[in-house]
């Protein structure tokens, strides 16, 4: 199985900025071998994929609602993947996963590990 752990929630004002991180793990885990997703799920909504990247070539795919503003990335070397969002908005307010998928495109076309949820609150 993968393993993985988010982080770096919180609660900022409009405008603000948070980055969020994702390490991935696993005893035959090959990080290269995986898409990592960050997905969302705002009150009363379904879940989205908002941003996702192919670890193998580091391709990225990301939502009309975030593109501009958030950016995903990875480091290897961790085995962690990376969301910078930026100029967020009160629209932005969500439960926010990582899911991995072995050799997944993105878009994901399916789920296969999904991480623990973090808390995105932004304030107006």
């Known amino acids: 199985e993968v393993q993985l752990q988010a982080s770096g929630g919180g609660l900022v004002q409009t405008g603000g900025s948070l980055r969020l991180s994702c390490v991935a793990s696993g005893s035959r885990f090959i990080f290269d071998d995986y898409a990592i997703a960050w997905f969302r799920q705002a009150p009363g909504k379904e879940r989205e994929e908002i941003s996702c990247i192919v670890n193998t070539d580091g391709s990225t795919a990301s939502a009309d609602s975030v593109k501009g503003r958030f950016t995903i990335s990875k480091d290897s070397a961790k085995n962690t993947i990376y969301l910078q969002m930026n100029s967020l908005m009160p629209e932005d307010t969500a439960v926010y996963f990582c899911?991995?998928?072995?050799?997944?495109?993105?878009?994901?076309?399916?789920?296969?590990?999904w991480g623990q949820g973090t808390q995105v609150t932004v304030s107006s």
């Open positions: 899911a991995a998928a072995w050799g997944s495109p993105c878009p994901f076309d399916e789920v296969e590990y």
